[in-house]
Every structure is written in C-alpha cells, then in structure tokens.
C-alpha cells in the first residue's frame, strides 16, 4: 500500500501564511500526479492544487496568486504553500497521489487530513 502523511497545518490569524507537507511511502512505486484538496466544514471536498510528472501545475481559482504547490521527487514529498490566508481557507486539507505501485498496481491514494483554521 500507498501511505501518506501530511504536516504543516495548524491555526493562523487572517493574511498570515502556513505550508504543507505530504510525504508518501510505499516498497516501490511510482507517482504519476500528486495535489491537495480542501474540505470545508459542511461542504464537498474541492481541488485546490495539483501538479503533475512534468511539474504542470494546476489551481483553482480560489488559490490562484496566493497558493502554491511544488513537490521533491526524491522525497516523494508534495508541498503547498498558503498565503495571504483567509477566514473560508479554513477546513481540512488532504493530500492525494496517483500513480503505480510495483506490488500492488494503479493506486489513488489519500492522505487522513490535516485541519487548517485562519482566524478573523
């Protein structure tokens, strides 16, 4: 299996900044696309940002100009960096990867989440 651990969120004031981590394991395999989501309280699970084998990077328009996503190959690590945070960035975020696992085959995997709240 395909597991993930995320880092790096935590409670910040509004227009302050965090950033998180994502670091996946597994005996061999490879990664195809990796990215991060966001969940609201009470609302669907949405893409903020994904990037790709290329380093293509993708953004919804809720994070474009303040976030930004960027990943270490050899670390198998996907990182976003938040800021100018505001008060509706708050929620948990989950790190997902896609790609293929030599033991196992095609895998999606998700990360448990990691909470964010930005204060007012």
């Known amino acids: 299996q395909v597991h993930l651990v995320e880092s790096g969120g935590g409670v910040v004031q509004a227009g302050g900044s965090l950033r998180l981590s994502c670091e996946a394991s597994?005996?061999?395999?490879?990664?195809?696309?990796m990215g991060w989501y966001h969940q609201a309280p009470g609302k669907q699970r949405e893409l903020v940002a994904e990037?790709?084998?290329?380093?293509?990077?993708n953004y919804a328009d809720s994070g474009k100009g303040r976030f930004t996503i960027s990943k270490n190959n050899t670390k198998n690590a996907v990182y976003l960096q938040m800021n100018s945070l505001k008060p509706e960035d708050t929620g948990v975020y989950f790190c997902?990867?896609?790609?293929?696992?030599?033991?196992?085959?095609?895998?999606?995997?998700w990360g448990p989440g990691i909470l964010v709240t930005v204060s007012s």
């Open positions: 997902k990867a896609d790609g293929f696992d030599y033991l196992n085959g095609d895998f999606s995997s």
């Open positions: 597994a005996v061999v395999f490879r990664i195809n696309t």
């Open positions: 990037i790709s084998n290329d380093d293509s990077a």
